[in-house]
């Protein structure tokens, strides 16, 4: 049994493909793969601690998808490029693009002085695409005194489809031959490479700023959060000090990590340290279901009850109360407060049904969700609703938005747990609520599986112990 077993892949899923990659690197070095998550799960302790900013696998996997190699150098361009050289080197310089670019502002900052090939960019039909669509495109240009020699631009695919799989690149080229110099386009859609990459952080500030400095985008982030969200709440008990590692699919366009936002993959397997206490979390998936993440006994990250009705970002996590909340006038607050900006969207904790979406005095527009168990959550202060009553609600559904009505000072989400009518806090409910289960055959897999994870795990703390490694410390 090795850790492939953890990584059974859907058939019909843009992830298909990265946990495929997973798959056929843990088919040929079963051994290597294990190994990468021993290392993950066993000897986090070290890299959580260490101030190592981002640690590449060892054992890198090789991609699933074979690269482009198209070489988009005209032997013209080199030739001019050589010749070019003796006099003074040409100029290569990189950007992202930005919200408020225009062709002239990118050109600048990239050091191109070319009103030639400005108006060109902004004229061509293939060339004018370079600033539609997503920002944070990968910008690269090659100048000789200021005129645009070559421009290669790294964006996100189009189509949804794509997006997960591919990227587009946009090739601007000036070519001289007998008919004289002019600009060539080129657009292709290239497949992204998709590799596993290993990051560890300490949190000093904020989960955030921890994966800043490991350089972990803030899809992943959000990810681990959302993992461990029934075991750790993160706006509460996060502590200096605590530490993380995580495996995660990251998706490469020519070789280099892709700039534009959503496009990072799956976590695969983590572990956060919260107060002291290791939380393990491994993908799985059971033929035929959806795949989940689960600790290290086979018990299901997912619970009936989501931790929070705020989907954790860089935004609902750093947004703080700046009011007095109006409460203690109102009435005994037997509820939680999240601030957030208006218009965040708020979401049902648990599958249930809209018992009541309205105006309530100082609840201003609220919605009541009536699950099963005799447990109701409300949801209060919102400015808009967007579910009506009687509708049936699953779990992470959107119910509305945060917002200040009713008897509020500020935009927040006023948040109740109530079961059989006795108010409850909502992280108690969360962490003791049922979770969902495996198949009984797969739990026998998955158990076996994570027996042998263990006693590696117990092998990398005795390696620990020892010295081989050194020895983690709390700051
Ligand atoms: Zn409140």
Redesign the pocket.
Do not use: M, S
């Given at each position: 049994m090795t850790a492939s077993k953890f990584f059974r892949s859907r058939a019909n899923h843009p992830l298909t493909r990265a946990l495929t990659a997973f798959q056929l690197a843990a088919h040929r070095h079963p051994r290597r793969v294990s190994a990468a998550v021993l290392v993950l799960l066993g000897g986090s302790a070290v890299t959580a601690f260490g101030v190592a900013p981002l640690a590449a696998l060892p054992e890198a996997t090789p991609p699933a998808v074979t690269q482009l190699t198209e070489p988009v150098t005209s032997p013209l361009l080199t030739v001019q490029i050589q010749a070019l050289e003796d006099a003074t080197l040409p100029l290569w310089r990189s950007d992202v693009t930005r919200h408020a670019d225009t062709v002239d502002s990118l050109l600048k900052r990239l050091g191109v002085d070319d009103m030639v090939a400005a108006q060109f960019i902004r004229n061509d039909p293939v060339a004018g695409t370079l600033l539609q669509g997503r920002t944070g495109k990968s910008v690269k240009v090659e100048a000789h005194d200021g005129r645009l020699m070559r421009m290669v631009v790294r964006g996100p695919a189009d189509t949804t489809s794509d997006f997960d799989t591919h990227f587009v690149r946009l090739t601007v080229e000036r070519v001289s031959d007998a008919a004289g110099e002019r600009f060539e386009t080129r657009r292709e859609l290239v497949p992204l490479q998709v590799t596993e990459r290993m990051a560890s952080g300490t949190i000093r500030s904020s989960l955030f700023a921890a994966a800043d400095a490991a350089g972990i985008p803030d899809s992943v982030t959000t990810q681990i959060a959302e993992i461990f969200g029934t075991d750790i709440d993160f706006r509460r008990e996060l502590r200096q000090g605590d530490a993380f590692s995580v495996l995660y699919e990251s998706y490469l366009a020519d070789d280099e990590p892709v700039t534009w936002t959503g496009s990072a993959g799956r976590v695969l397997a983590a572990r956060f340290i919260n107060q002291g206490k290791a939380h393990n979390a491994v993908w799985f998936q059971e033929a035929g279901r959806k795949g989940a993440y689960f600790d290290l006994t086979g018990r299901s990250k997912n619970r009936a009850f989501l931790a929070s009705p705020l989907a954790f970002s860089r935004v609902t996590s750093g947004f703080a109360m700046r009011f007095h909340?109006i409460?203690k006038t109102w009435r005994a607050?037997l509820?939680?407060?999240y601030g957030a900006p208006t218009g965040t969207p708020v979401r049902s904790v648990g599958d249930g049904v809209v018992s009541f979406a309205g105006w309530q005095n100082g609840y201003g527009n609220v919605v009541h969700i009536q699950h099963a168990g005799d447990r109701t959550t409300v949801y209060?202060?919102l400015s808009r609703i967007d579910v009506r009553r009687g509708e049936r609600v699953d779990q992470g559904s959107r119910i509305g938005a945060v917002g200040a009505t009713g008897w509020a000072t500020g935009p927040?989400l006023?948040?109740e747990f109530k079961v059989g009518g006795r108010h409850v806090d909502p992280m108690t409910i969360a962490r003791a609520a049922e979770s969902l289960q495996l198949s009984p055959q797969a739990l026998a897999q998955f158990r076996q599986s994570a027996t042998v994870i263990a006693q590696r795990l117990d092998m990398a703390d005795d390696r620990q112990t020892a010295g081989v490694t050194g020895t983690p410390r709390f700051e």
């Open positions: 909340p409460h607050h509820g939680v407060d209060a202060h927040h006023h948040f």
